[in-house]
């Protein structure tokens, strides 16, 4: 079992960022990714994460990067396939393309970007990795569909062939893991618990049975964002932190609130707790776990976490 790690960088400043992707590369960790938003509760400082990934190209030398994920609406894709692929060229073959549809329906407003239905958003994703894939291939491109259109683009320089990989996260049985076993090198679900990670992989296995690829060829990953420390003292700051972020009805406890995000497949507590959540789900078939970066989290997880986990 693998453990990413990835940062919410509203509030962090560049050298924040740059610092805790070096850090996470120093200590161990096979992947680092940033959220991608222009805001999540508050509107605070927020600097664009493409902008960074470009620092991290050049700054680090060997951990995977990406958004976790890009939504559909926030750029086009003829903008981002170039930028992907520059990126995947500047850094070494390092990036990693993380796509969603999309969830926040007020920063989509704040901004003036068009929200649209699920659906509508659905296809576009579909249309969206076309044309990427398009770019990304020998020669140029052209495609014509309901929301994007390419006429002759030959994007250079082109990433190596078969990159850069694309994850696409979520969990919608009958949407998202169709485009998974259809386009995806890699699935990140959103917190299960191990029997519910279970039935969304047996559902990804038909999909992939219906468009004739074998599922053991996506790489299966999962974000967690449940409070984590290495004493109670920290677990109980992570909690209120998360409370900040993602309020909460009046009333609810630290405890409470603990115990709710850890029966809906968060990884919650300690090292042994988070050792037990992640022995279940490597029995389940995940490969990989993202884990919330907050100062001293990276320590204590490779000292603590890691070695234990790669036996997992």
């Known amino acids: 079992m693998q453990i990413a790690l990835v940062a919410a960088p509203w509030g962090m400043s560049v050298d924040q960022v740059l610092g805790a992707a070096l850090e996470a590369e120093r200590l161990g960790f096979p992947t680092f990714y940033l959220g991608d938003h222009f805001f999540v509760g508050p509107q605070i400082d927020s600097y664009d994460p493409y902008l960074l990934f470009t620092l991290m190209a050049r700054e680090t030398s060997s951990i995977r990067f990406g958004p976790g ?4 609406g926030f750029r086009p894709p003829w903008e981002l396939g170039r930028w992907a692929a520059q990126l995947d060229v500047l850094s070494g073959q390092r990036f990693v393309m993380g796509l969603g549809v999309g969830w926040g329906a007020e920063e989509h407003r704040a901004y003036g970007v068009p929200y649209g239905s699920l659906g509508e958003r659905f296809d ?6 076309q044309v990427m894939k398009l770019m990304w291939s020998e020669g140029a491109a052209t495609f014509t569909g309901r929301y994007y259109q390419l006429d002759g683009a030959n994007s250079l320089p082109k990433p190596a062939a078969g990159r850069p990989p694309i994850l696409i996260g979520g969990g919608g ?5 169709r485009l998974v076993a259809k386009y995806a090198d890699e699935w990140n679900a959103q917190a299960l618990t191990p029997d519910g990670f279970r039935r969304k992989l047996g559902v990804l296995e038909d999909h992939c049975q219906a468009v004739g690829r ?14 984590i420390g290495a004493t109670q003292a920290e677990v109980d700051d992570a909690t209120r932190s998360m409370m900040e972020m993602f309020p909460q009805p009046a009333g609810t406890t630290a405890a409470e609130y603990r115990e709710r995000v850890k029966s809906n497949g968060a990884i919650v507590g300690g090292a042994d707790e988070i050792l037990d959540s992640l022995g279940r789900l490597s029995e389940a078939g995940l490969d990989e776990v993202l884990l919330l970066y907050a100062p001293g989290i990276a320590e204590f997880l490779a000292a603590d976490v890691l070695p234990r986990a790669a036996a997992l």
């Open 173 to 177: 049985e009958r949407r998202t893991l």
């Open 214 to 227: 074998n599922p053991s060829t996506i790489r299966r990953s999962m974000l967690s964002v449940g409070p």
């Open 69 to 72: 994920v890009t939504p559909v």
């Open 124 to 129: 576009r994703l579909d249309e969206y990795i």
